[in-house]
């Protein structure tokens, strides 16, 4: 089969936007298409610029022999705080108000267009700290760390509460949660990381960072390095010091009031250098 460019440029922009932060070689695209390395090469200029005009992402050749192409996402500034706004006009309904001055999120997590373009943002912001691996805390961070680490092509690691048969050998330490102050646990198995990784740890909410700087303790234990804390959401009213420092949150809650039922959310620190 004779595959036409237009054809080509199709089937090569899905195949890559599939494959992000992978270096493919021209010689899968000349193969799978039937057409020569020029040929191919001038495709990929042409959805190299679309990419970029777009915001979509950057499409960066590597020369030589065990050289290719690899696709790394990006967010231009105008999607972002588009996205940022959608989630925050969803998550500011009064109706969300639990008691307690807690808000449910569950339907949000559970979305997955959402998921995956809130997983973009922050493939986006974390696209060249080498990430080995997005680490989060079971239950409600499993859908943003799988969002994650979809755009930026690596291994999910979920941190549990107990421990379980299935998970073999496991390391466990005790940790203090910021909010609470009561001691927790916290258990992996011991064949989820790999000593040396750099791993993004992830979650829904954050207040104190009790359980940020949990997963940070468990990684000394596995000899790896947090390579960037990224929340969802981040508590205004923090009574006491924070125990995470760096960290890059897309919405801060500011406010909540059950009594009127009001929830003033602004948005986190995503598009200020460095996080805080």
Same mark, same amino acid.
């Given at each position: ?87 925050? *006009?969803? &998550?500011?309904? /009064? %109706?969300?108000?639990?008691?307690? +001055?807690? !808000? =449910?999120?569950? *339907?949000? &997590?559970?979305? /997955? %267009?959402?998921?995956?373009?809130? +997983?973009? !943002? =922050? ?154």
């Amino acid at each position: 089969m004779k595959w036409k460019r237009s054809e080509r440029l199709v089937d090569m922009t899905q195949y890559l936007l599939a494959h992000p932060h992978t270096l493919i070689p021209l010689t899968h695209f000349s193969s799978a298409y039937d057409a020569a390395k020029s040929s191919i090469s001038e495709d990929l200029a042409i959805v190299k610029g679309t990419f970029e005009e777009q915001g979509t992402g950057r499409l960066i050749t590597v020369p030589g022999a065990a050289g290719g192409v690899k696709y790394i996402p990006d967010a231009g500034s105008k999607e972002a705080h588009e996205i940022i706004r959608d989630f925050m *006009d969803a &998550l500011s309904d /009064p %109706g969300r108000l639990l008691p307690g +001055g807690y !808000l =449910f999120m569950t *339907d949000l &997590l559970g979305n /997955p %267009g959402l998921m995956d373009r809130i +997983g973009r !943002l =922050f493939a986006a912001r974390y696209k060249d700290s080498e990430i080995d691996a997005i680490m989060t805390v079971a239950t409600k961070g499993i859908p943003i760390a799988h969002a994650i680490a979809r755009h930026l092509n690596v291994p999910v690691v979920v941190v549990r509460r107990d421990s379980k048969v299935t998970e073999g050998s496991t390391v466990s330490i005790n940790y203090v949660s910021g909010s609470s102050r009561r001691i927790q646990t916290m258990v992996l198995s011991k064949r989820s990381m790999q000593s040396g990784q750099r791993v993004l740890l992830t979650d829904d909410f954050m207040k104190v960072g009790g359980t940020m700087n949990g997963m940070k303790n468990l990684l000394a234990e596995f000899d790896c390095e947090p390579a960037g804390v990224a929340v969802l959401v981040e508590s205004e009213d923090v009574q006491e010091e924070r125990l995470v420092e760096d960290y890059v949150s897309l919405l801060r809650l500011r406010e909540v009031n059950e009594k009127e039922r009001t929830i003033e959310l602004v948005e986190g620190n995503y598009f200020r250098e460095g996080g805080n």
